[in-house]
């Protein structure tokens, strides 16, 4: 895969210890703007949020797709997914 064309689905954990899901092209960025504030709506009133999970896409229409299907698993789905991917003392980013 190209690093330039990548796209990530992602799950952050915000202040209030929801998860929110979003799709980005560039993670790193997107993270960094949510946490000034300048992210979705959802996530500006519980900040700061933190990377607790990714995936990589080589297509935005996948990246959207996989986002999709996150939104709709249940908080304890979503809890199960982010522990299976979790490297234990590793930053995500």
């Not at 209030?16 to 992210?39: A, F, I, P, Q, S």
Request: proline share 2%; charged share 35%; with cysteine.
């Amino acid at each position: 895969m190209n690093s330039k064309n990548l796209n990530y689905t992602y799950v952050l954990q915000c202040k209030d210890h929801t998860l929110y899901t979003g799709w980005t092209n560039n993670l790193k960025e997107r993270v960094k703007k949510h946490n000034l504030g300048e992210g979705a709506k959802y996530t500006r009133s519980r900040l700061p949020v933190r990377l607790v999970y990714y995936e990589v896409f080589e297509s935005k229409e996948a990246a959207m797709r996989r986002e999709y299907q996150i939104k709709h698993l249940s908080r304890k789905e979503k809890l199960a997914l982010i522990k299976r991917k979790e490297q234990p003392g590793k930053d995500l980013l």
